[in-house]
């Protein structure tokens, strides 16, 4: 089992809805969550982190983290064309500042 | 805020050749470093960080090496390319706000024929 399960899709859906991405994980030592947005043939780039649980909103964005289940989220609201690309997650335990356990990406295809 | 570079951004090399991957960072002193691989629709794969000049830790036994010659200098190195060296390499600069977060380069995608 890998320490962190994401589907990789590809997840198509139509602009305007609102999306959900997750991640699942074993590790109950994760404490730091990121979502990355990667577009085709590029870096990814950091999106958003949060600590611990709870929810963290940013614009059209909001992740979401329940340690009891162990499952993180991603929501996109208003999807647009531009939001198309590969989102990954990374988890970090407390302790390591150098342990960035990686999902594999959800493609992400919103049609006009 | 950083910028990180990466170059070039494409290289097609034939098995067997060396290879010298460059990355250089600006806007931050003393990062962490990170080398990545990613194979195409996976994750990324940590193969190397460095903490500072000189101090490189290997995730993955393999054909490749890393160095540090400077501050913001990172190398990723390989005496002999093989056809499994092929994938999207990323260099990546750990900065620390609640905690580390990394940031990334563009990348240079290695296609060993």
């Known amino acids: 089992q890998k320490e962190v399960e994401q589907d990789p899709g590809p997840l198509s859906v139509p602009e305007g809805a609102i999306v959900s991405l997750n991640c699942t994980y074993s590790?109950?030592?994760?404490?730091?969550f990121m979502w990355y947005r990667q577009y085709s043939r590029k870096g990814p780039e950091l999106l958003m982190y949060?600590?611990s649980s709870g929810n963290k909103e940013d614009g059209r964005f909001t992740a979401q983290v329940d340690k009891s289940s162990k499952y993180i989220s991603l929501f996109i609201r208003d999807s647009q064309p531009s939001d198309s690309a590969t989102y990954l997650c990374a988890m970090s335990p407390l302790d390591s500042n150098y342990q960035l356990i990686w999902g594999a990406g959800t493609k992400l295809i919103i049609k006009p | 805020s950083q910028t990180i570079h990466q170059w070039p951004a494409t290289l097609v090399q034939p098995v067997g050749s060396p290879l010298s991957l460059e990355c250089t960072v600006e806007?931050?002193?003393?990062?962490?470093l990170y080398w990545y691989r990613q194979a195409a629709g996976r994750g990324l794969q940590l193969l190397f960080y460095s903490v500072g000049i000189g101090q490189i830790s290997s995730e993955v036994p393999q054909n490749l090496s890393a160095s540090r010659p400077q501050d913001r200098q990172f190398i990723l190195s390989s005496k002999k390319l093989l056809l499994s060296d092929s994938g999207f390499y990323l260099c990546a600069c750990g900065i620390i706000t609640i905690k580390e977060t990394q940031y990334f380069g563009p990348g240079t995608r290695l296609l060993v024929l």
């Open positions: 590790n109950s030592a994760f404490q730091y």
């Open positions: 949060t600590y």
């Open positions: 806007g931050t002193s003393n990062p962490n």
